[in-house]
């Protein structure tokens, strides 16, 4: 397997960056939801480390629980196809329900399982992304925290992948694409 630093473009977000905002983001949501609990629902498997860190800095009581669903087809191309693979283990009726993920991009992920989640009547229904790529947007998803706003690039690291790997990295950062080698 290609070690990353081969291909390394950049570091987009270093983790001090991270950390910082994500507290940032943990108050906010605190101060949101003062007086209130709140379901925190991770999708797999990319918005985990986000959810571990996040979760640390939110002062209300809250519970959390897990969706996996299958979004990207081939060569990293969105397909409009979203399938719930893993469902959640608790009901969410008349509860305040926030979507923790890892990045907006095309929006199909989130957006097919607002339409899922919505069937099943929370209280309220929040998302909550660390990354957004908003050049990339095909379908339009409300984002109600957003961590980082980023260009049209390649990522990994932090939850993100390079063919499953490195989703450990303690930062954000770019994959300079002619350095790549994916069978490497
Ligand atoms: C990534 C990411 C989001 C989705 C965003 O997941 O975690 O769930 O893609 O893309 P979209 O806005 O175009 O739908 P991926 O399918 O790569 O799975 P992973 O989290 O297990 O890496």
């Given at each position: ?8 473009d ?149 939850g ?25």
């Open positions: 397997m290609q070690d990353y630093r081969e291909y390394l950049e570091i987009l977000v270093s983790s001090d960056q991270l950390q910082t905002r994500i507290k940032e983001m943990g108050d906010q949501i605190s101060r949101d939801y003062a007086g209130q609990t709140l379901h925190l629902i991770c999708i797999l498997r990319g918005g985990v480390l986000f959810l571990t860190d996040l979760m640390r800095h939110i002062t209300v009581p809250l519970t959390i629980d897990f969706m996996a669903v299958s979004s990207y087809g081939v060569n990293r191309q969105s397909t409009g196809q979203v399938r719930i693979t893993l469902d959640l283990e608790r009901q969410i009726q008349n509860l305040n329900v926030m979507l923790v993920e890892d990045i907006v991009d095309s929006g199909y992920t989130i957006s097919a399982v607002l339409d899922v989640l919505r069937t099943r009547h929370p209280r309220s229904l929040r998302v909550c992304t660390l990354l957004d790529k908003p050049e990339r947007r095909e379908v339009d998803v409300p984002i109600d925290y957003r961590g980082f706003s980023i260009a049209n690039k390649f990522v990994f690291g932090y993100l992948d390079m063919d499953e790997y490195y989703r450990n990295l303690p930062f954000i950062a770019t994959v300079d694409l002619k350095r790549y080698r994916p069978d490497g």
